[in-house]
């Protein structure tokens, strides 16, 4: 594998699209299904706890309510979370100190310069790779007023990376011991290089050269800790045409029933984004939309942060910290001043920490438009790895502060947005429950309600059809149809998550590799591809008893045969990126 094979001219020529525009007339459209959809999930969930349990069969029926309620749970913080779009107004960029100091911040002297350092933590990476990201930074655009700087946070003991940075003039940060790893080599460098400001950008991060003219009029506003700019990935996946793909492996009857699919489907591709890498959902819609809270949070890269608010916070948990230890003498040595905290999720912790500040009401800001560009997880190792970290490192992160959630320093609207991101991952649980009651029902000709009738349908579809719309609406323009099917499939990832936290187990943090593996990934899947058999089995087993007349229920089967294939599809998505390998 080419380690720089991002350069190619297919990526290079490829360019970001717009932040998704929507009219007051949209978002009020969203507000009217989101409450509609609401009314009609507690109506449904009323009618499925008084009036539709089978009696026979609590031990399955009681489960399945159960699991509806908590997933309703997730609807509800998401049609909060989706609710506007309320972007910080831009500002022109400020010239000197005095546009952007902090309220008791001290400046010696008028019309002191902004000093901006972009810092680039690497940790064994590629240096051809970290030296496309040096070339990419010193083409930012700056004014006269600012010093701008580069750094290389280098726990790598590479003598090839330092050789890199020496015929680049970098300088390289280096430390003793690679403690906190990035959040650690990230406070190690604020007290070396001392900025005003730091850019914080991954080994494959490349920016663009307006990054800083648009992004640091925001900390005109002195109460504004850190901008947000979304991750963009230039190498995804395009796809392939549906026509012509089942034009290739069948013949002209596939193109002709494909170009038959796609008029009722509306155009369709195979391959495309096949790890369901693209971050415009999450960036655009779900973080873009916390605005309205002052809650977007830190994803790490692409990001620019006040240093004096990152040290006021870092200062005062530090003294919260040692007070509260027995042996505080022992805790002055002991206990780190984490500017950024030391955790396998450190930018969502420090974005919390930062918010929940008592002292000051900091302010974050997702910035809309994309400044960058990076690289995406190529093989199923290097992502699912990423997904599991991601995943525990949050679950982790509400188990360490959850007494946050009932004490003052963040506002309801803050601590809804942080909890439904902890609640999202609590799917994977639920999921257990809606992946496994077809089968049961397949199996067993049990069924969950005491029967699929025509109230069961009345309050079931129009909840289902009003919460699709709505979800509709708020994405428009953005493909989210394959963060749902994944949402399914990395199920198991995410409960292998959970396992480990609750045994303590602790969630290391691995980089993400930013080239493509070679091999066979299937082992990865094992469970997906095994439920993916069981459900053929039962759809095979149910099907032969319908036609032989042993069974009578056929508006059960049908449900559950739909419901079956539903999720066989969602479970194939992974098995498909397990099978993807990437052509040089």
């Not at 978002?27 to 609401?38: E, H, M, R, S």
């Not at 530090?318 to 002991?334: M, Q, T």
């Not at 719309?469 to 749902?484: C, F, H, K, Q, Y």
């Amino acid at each position: 594998m080419n380690e720089l094979y991002f350069l190619e001219e297919k990526y290079e020529s490829r360019k970001p699209e717009a932040p998704q525009v929507q009219s007051e007339n949209m978002q009020l459209l969203f507000q009217f299904f989101g409450v509609l959809t609401l009314m009609l999930g507690v109506w449904y969930l009323h009618y499925r706890w008084t009036n539709s349990l089978n009696y026979d069969a609590l031990w399955f029926a009681i489960p399945l309510a159960f699991a509806e309620t908590m997933m309703f749970i997730g609807t509800i913080l998401v049609v909060i979370g989706f609710w506007k779009i309320n972007d910080t107004k831009k500002q022109t960029a400020p010239k000197t100190m005095d546009e952007v100091v902090e309220e008791g911040q001290i400046v010696y002297y008028q019309d002191k310069k902004i000093k901006i350092d972009i810092y680039i933590p690497v940790f064994n990476e590629d240096p051809s790779l970290v030296r496309e990201t040096i070339l990419a930074a010193k083409k930012v655009k700056k004014l006269d007023t600012w010093d701008v700087c580069y750094y290389l946070l280098d726990d790598s003991d590479n003598d090839e990376m330092t050789k890199m940075a020496k015929e680049e003039g970098v300088p390289q940060i280096l430390r003793t011991s690679s403690k906190g790893r990035k959040a650690g080599a990230i406070t190690n460098a604020m007290d070396v290089s001392l900025g005003d400001f730091i850019v914080i950008i991954d080994s494959d991060t490349r920016l663009f050269p307006n990054i800083l003219l648009n992004t640091m009029g925001y900390f005109k506003d002195d109460a504004v800790a850190w901008v947000q700019t979304p991750q963009w990935f230039c190498d995804l996946t395009e796809g392939e045409e549906l026509e012509k793909s089942w034009k290739r492996k069948y013949g002209v009857f596939g193109e002709k029933f494909a170009l038959g699919v796609q008029k009722v489907m509306g155009k369709m591709k195979t391959g495309e984004d096949v790890f369901a890498n693209d971050p415009a959902m999450f960036f655009d819609v779900i973080q873009r939309r916390r605005n309205n809270y002052n809650a977007s949070f830190c994803c790490g890269a692409t990001s620019v942060h006040r240093t004096s608010a990152l040290r006021r916070v870092a200062i005062s948990r530090w003294v919260d910290r040692v007070l509260e230890a027995k042996d505080k003498s022992k805790a002055i040595e002991e206990i780190d001043v984490e500017y950024i905290s030391f955790h396998t999720s450190e930018d969502i912790y420090t974005s919390l920490l930062v918010h929940a500040h008592k002292q000051k009401e900091y302010k974050s800001v997702l910035h809309p438009d994309v400044e960058s560009k990076m690289l995406s997880p190529m093989d199923l190792m290097t992502w699912a790895a990423q997904r599991f970290r991601y995943a525990g490192g949050t679950i982790d992160l509400v188990t360490q502060e959850f007494g946050r959630f009932f004490k003052k320093g963040l506002s309801l609207g803050q601590k809804l947005m942080y909890f439904s991101t902890f609640w999202s991952y609590t799917g994977a649980i639920w999921l257990v429950i809606l992946l496994s009651s077809p089968i049961i029902f397949m199996f067993t000709n049990i069924a969950p309600v005491q029967s699929y009738s025509m109230d069961f349908f009345i309050h079931l579809i129009p909840f289902l059809f009003v919460n699709q719309v709505a979800l509709m609406i708020a994405t428009w323009g953005i493909n989210s149809n394959r963060g749902g099917q994944f949402f399914i499939s990395i199920s198991p990832i995410v409960l292998k998550a959970f396992w480990d936290v609750i045994r303590r187990r602790p969630i290391k943090f691995v980089v993400t590799s930013k080239t493509a593996k070679s091999g066979n990934f299937l082992g990865l899947v094992k469970i997906q591809i095994a439920l993916i058999i069981l459900y053929a089995v039962a759809i095979i087993y149910s099907t032969v008893l319908h036609l032989i007349g042993d069974r009578i229920f056929l508006t059960g089967y049908s449900v559950n045969l739909m419901w079956s294939l539903f999720n066989m599809l969602s479970l194939w998505t992974i098995v498909q990126a397990a099978m993807f390998k990437y052509k040089e």
